[in-house]
C-alpha cells in the first residue's frame, strides 16, 4: 500500500511543478484556472482597436496586429532587437519598459494585471489581434523547449485555431488561459469572421503565487484531484 501511495502522489522529481513541466516533460501546454474578466478586457480592447498596428507582417500578412499596455511604448509589440533606423539597431541594450497610455485607456484590464495576475513585473503585455480570415504562419519564438508566456484568451471565435504542428490544437474559449511552449512551431488560422483578440504576458512570475496556481491547475487538467 504505500508503493501505491507513493505512486499516487506526485513528486515531480523533487523539482517545482514549473521546472519539472519545462525540463522533464514534454506537455505544450497547461490551461491555467484563472478568472478572468474577459468581458470588460473586450469592450476595453475594441475602444482601441484602431490604434493597433500591424505585428511581423511577412507572418501575418497585415491581418495580425497588437499594441503593447505594457513595454517599451504602445506600438513597439516586438522585440526590442528587431528595431532598426536606416540599417543600425534602435537599440544597443534591453530598454526600460512602461505601462503605456492603453493602461489609462484600459483600467480594468490594468487593474487585473497590476493587482491580480501572478506576476511580478511585466516587460511585454500585449493585445494581440487576429482578423476575420487572417492568421498567423507557422513559426517558432525560441529554438529550444520554452514554457515561457502565458496566452490569454479574450475572444477566440469558433473558427479560429491555435495549431502544434505536431501536438494539436490548443482548446482556446474566451477567457481561458494557457501557459505555451513558444519552442514548438505553432500558427493560426481565423476562419471566422470575428476578429480573434487574445493578450501575451511576458514578464518575471511570481513564484509564490504562479506554482500553487500551476500545480492546482495541472491537478486539475490531469484529474488527479
Given at each position: 500500500?504505500?508503493?501505491?501511495?507513493?505512486?499516487?502522489?506526485?513528486d515531480?522529481?523533487?523539482?517545482?511543478?514549473?521546472?519539472?513541466?519545462?525540463?522533464?516533460?514534454t506537455?505544450?501546454?497547461?490551461?491555467?484556472?484563472?478568472?478572468?474578466p474577459?468581458q470588460?478586457?473586450?469592450k476595453?480592447?475594441?475602444?482601441?482597436?484602431?490604434k493597433?498596428?500591424?505585428?511581423?507582417d511577412?507572418?501575418?500578412?497585415?491581418?495580425w496586429?497588437?499594441?503593447?499596455?505594457?513595454?517599451?511604448?504602445a506600438?513597439?509589440t516586438?522585440?526590442?532587437?528587431?528595431?532598426?533606423?536606416?540599417?543600425?539597431?534602435?537599440?544597443?541594450?534591453?530598454p526600460?519598459?512602461k505601462?503605456?497610455?492603453v493602461?489609462?485607456k484600459?483600467p480594468?484590464?490594468?487593474?487585473f494585471f497590476?493587482?491580480?495576475?501572478?506576476?511580478?513585473?511585466?516587460k511585454?503585455?500585449?493585445?494581440?489581434?487576429?482578423?476575420?480570415?487572417?492568421?498567423?504562419?507557422?513559426?517558432?519564438?525560441?529554438?529550444e523547449?520554452?514554457l515561457?508566456p502565458?496566452?490569454?484568451?479574450?475572444?477566440n471565435?469558433q473558427?479560429?485555431?491555435?495549431?502544434?504542428?505536431n501536438?494539436?490544437?490548443?482548446?482556446?474559449?474566451?477567457?481561458?488561459?494557457?501557459?505555451?511552449?513558444?519552442?514548438?512551431?505553432h500558427s493560426?488560422?481565423?476562419?471566422?469572421n470575428?476578429?480573434?483578440?487574445?493578450?501575451?504576458?511576458s514578464?518575471?512570475?511570481?513564484?509564490?503565487?504562479?506554482?500553487?496556481?500551476l500545480?492546482?491547475s495541472?491537478?486539475?487538467?490531469?484529474?488527479?484531484s
Amino acid at each position: 500500500m504505500d508503493e501505491l501511495k507513493k505512486h499516487f502522489t506526485p513528486d515531480y522529481n523533487d523539482k517545482d511543478i514549473f521546472t519539472w513541466l519545462q525540463e522533464d516533460t514534454t506537455v505544450p501546454y497547461v490551461k491555467l484556472d484563472l478568472d478572468i474578466p474577459w468581458q470588460e478586457i473586450h469592450k476595453e480592447a475594441l475602444a482601441i482597436k484602431d490604434k493597433f498596428v500591424p505585428h511581423r507582417d511577412f507572418e501575418g500578412g497585415g491581418t495580425w496586429k497588437s499594441i503593447c499596455i505594457h513595454g517599451i511604448d504602445a506600438e513597439y509589440t516586438n522585440d526590442w532587437m528587431y528595431y532598426e533606423q536606416s540599417g543600425i539597431k534602435l537599440f544597443k541594450t534591453e530598454p526600460d519598459y512602461k505601462w503605456t497610455w492603453v493602461a489609462e485607456k484600459c483600467p480594468i484590464t490594468t487593474n487585473f494585471f497590476k493587482n491580480v495576475f501572478p506576476y511580478k513585473s511585466y516587460k511585454r503585455l500585449r493585445f494581440m489581434l487576429v482578423e476575420p480570415n487572417g492568421y498567423i504562419l507557422p513559426h517558432q519564438d525560441e529554438n529550444e523547449r520554452c514554457l515561457g508566456p502565458v496566452n490569454i484568451s479574450i475572444n477566440n471565435p469558433q473558427g479560429c485555431e491555435f495549431r502544434y504542428k505536431n501536438h494539436g490544437t490548443i482548446p482556446f474559449t474566451n477567457g481561458s488561459a494557457f501557459l505555451i511552449d513558444i519552442g514548438q512551431q505553432h500558427s493560426v488560422w481565423n476562419k471566422s469572421n470575428e476578429a480573434r483578440l487574445h493578450i501575451i504576458a511576458s514578464g518575471t512570475k511570481d513564484m509564490k503565487r504562479f506554482l500553487p496556481l500551476l500545480e492546482r491547475s495541472w491537478l486539475n487538467a490531469t484529474h488527479q484531484s
